[in-house]
């Protein structure tokens, strides 16, 4: 999984991190009911194991509040609406009740009318993807996400500047007896929240993830923090990076144009005017029974999972796995063995909650016994 | 392009060469209607640079059916259809017809209701998944098209056993002032047909396109006869080869799941059996009016490429392009000075017009003069 499971940081458990989330946002001037929602999309972002979008995010969002980037006491609005597609304002929050509510239509249109799309302007970072795709998908339905982001820092294939956000894309469907398949990527070779993780810890990166700003390969991961650029998905062009540029770009056509929020390749935007970073998402539902009625959808998606976990392994140890499983695992360690938080990040959240007088709750005697 | 433009090769009006695949297709037997379809389609391809998609696939079409893989002057019926979906069934035949009639099927109901999803069930080969995606783009619509494979040469990350096929993925969106976005790409590091047509050639290929049958990158096409396997795009698990393999499971199951196609990991079929080679496809079709009205949709969409246009090039020779681009300026190249035909290839095709009574149309004197 590449993350901090395979460190040996101190693990707190999973609703305690939860509250040190909540007690955080509430302190910000949240809604309470808003605080509710975005608490569960984080902690589910942490407990599957994806440690770029989960309490580490807090950092990010004590800055962009302070800086007016973000309006935390918002109210969420529908703009347009019909049987098959809605537009909602996000007014300028943090993006997980907008986003949980796009998807949450998209999945009641879905199962009155079969197909349906509903986009989201005015938001800013709603956490993983994946999450608002498995809403779906644990509903037997498919469910696809994506958003754009405020950071262009994404080279397009002949490109030496950095134009898009890392664009995550997901994909979920429902099965019977196998996990839930989620597909759940940044369309750049690697999310950028790992490379922010590995710069607060001072760890090297891999090469090809980064660059730094003059577009040199390298493995220091603190160019995160002075203009590294990232390849999108494939690396080079004879290698398909063409491909993941083209995905870059399609999720920024379906969240932005599709919702009307700002492009991440616009300079002038992105920077806390009208106090919103302009983000948009987009969702769409596809009702399985609508095409394939009485289960036939999930049986064949079922004998798919079975044919690839038969898979002869290069590494015995290593079967081979299925888009969602490996999350899955890190949700059973997860839940009993608690979230493994690294110092800096443990520093800075303690710091947070000073600041805006939330109270602390991570102390060293709640850490989890091994 | 990485594509037959980049060879000295003589080349032919695309008139003449769509006739040559019209009369093949029709000395097979195919219904005349189907025929005009089916051409179209195929010299679509040839036109937009798609070299491993036009009358290249002439050479398989004539294997598969000499060996009763596909039923070349079959019906297309209609199984199942709800105002926003339909379930179409191939009748074994090539995909042209069923996928045509799929995509106009999503685009008259997107346009009627806001979003539709169509499949299509007991089919072959439909060509290139953009020339679908883009029949949508042309009406204002968003399109996105998927078709599962035959051939389980892809292996997963972890794997050392070829379980999917290139599942190519196709997405399309209208503008105003651009060219229409088109990104139409195989989920696999290559398009199997680029080293099919490398291997017919004699030509090497890059280092990571593909590897021997024990798992060993070469370099040598020739293994495409061999049992050569492909890499997943993003190539290895570092670098994102599970987003590439993840993409590829999704679009099996949009497209076999969906549909009641049959798994390309299911080793037993897709070898002709009830004179078909099973494969599905999958349409889905979003009206961007239904969430922007009045156009801004296609504006936003042209700002974004107005953008990404504008991004400093590494060489100032090769600009910065978006999807679809390559395409569209190869289409202008060969409206003008005609379709280049390898010498490998025509002598095939010649094989192939003698061996069912076509004419051969393709002689010396209809080169197009440089």
């Known amino acids: 999984m590449y993350n901090n499971d395979d460190y040996d940081f101190p693990r707190y458990p999973h609703k305690l991190v939860r509250q040190q989330i909540a007690e955080t946002l509430t302190a910000w001037g949240m809604k309470l009911e808003h605080v509710e929602i975005a608490a569960d999309r984080l902690i589910?972002?942490?407990?599957?194991?994806?440690?770029?979008?989960?309490?580490s995010m807090l950092t990010s969002y004590d800055d962009w509040r302070k800086k007016g980037w973000i309006t935390v006491g918002t109210d969420v609005t529908v703009v347009r609406e019909t049987p098959t597609?809605?537009?909602?304002?996000?007014?300028?929050g943090l993006g997980f009740v907008p986003a949980t509510m796009g998807m949450q239509k998209a999945i009641e249109k879905a199962k009155q009318v079969g197909v349906s799309?509903?986009?989201?302007?005015?938001?800013?970072?709603?956490?993983?993807?994946?999450?608002?795709?498995?809403?779906a998908a644990r509903e037997g339905l498919i469910g696809f996400s994506t958003t754009n982001g405020f950071s262009n820092?994404?080279?397009?294939?002949?490109?030496?500047?950095?134009?898009?956000?890392?664009n995550p894309f997901a994909f979920a469907a429902p099965t019977k007896r196998n996990q839930l398949f989620c597909l759940d990527f940044a369309t750049s070779?690697?999310?950028?929240?790992?490379?922010?993780n590995a710069a607060i810890e001072k760890r090297p990166v891999p090469i090809g993830w980064i660059t730094d700003a003059s577009g040199n390969p390298t493995t220091d991961a603190t160019w995160y923090f002075k203009g590294a650029l990232l390849t999108p998905l494939g690396g080079t062009r004879e290698l398909g990076s063409h491909k993941g540029y083209g995905l870059a770009t399609m999720v920024e056509i379906l969240s932005a144009a599709l919702s009307g929020a700002e492009l991440v390749t616009d300079k002038a935007v992105h920077k806390g005017q009208k106090g919103s970073m302009q983000i948009g998402h987009w969702f769409m539902v596809i009702n399985p029974k609508a095409l394939m009625p009485g289960g036939e959808f999930e049986s064949i998606t079922d004998d798919l999972i079975d044919h690839l976990h038969a898979a002869k392994p290069v590494d015995p140890e290593n079967p081979v796995m299925?888009?969602?499983?490996?999350?899955?695992?890190t949700i059973a360690l997860r839940m009993e063995k608690g979230i493994p938080v690294p110092p800096g990040l443990l520093g800075k959240v303690q710091?947070?909650?000073?600041?805006?007088n939330a109270p602390f709750l991570l102390t060293a005697d709640k850490i989890v016994k091994a």
Chains 1, 2 share one sequence.
Request: contains cysteine; charged residues 20%.
């Open 322 to 329: 299925v888009a969602g499983e490996p999350e899955e695992q």
């Open 44 to 55: 589910e972002a942490d407990l599957r194991g994806v440690d770029t979008h989960g309490i």
């Open 189 to 196: 070779a690697v999310a950028r929240g790992k490379i922010r």
């Open 153 to 166: 820092s994404v080279v397009p294939t002949f490109g030496a500047e950095g134009k898009l956000s890392t």
């Open 117 to 135: 799309c509903v986009t989201v302007r005015n938001s800013s970072h709603f956490g993983a993807s994946g999450v608002y795709a498995l809403m």
């Open 85 to 92: 597609t809605a537009v909602i304002d996000g007014g300028g």
């Open 351 to 356: 710091e947070i909650a000073k600041g805006c």
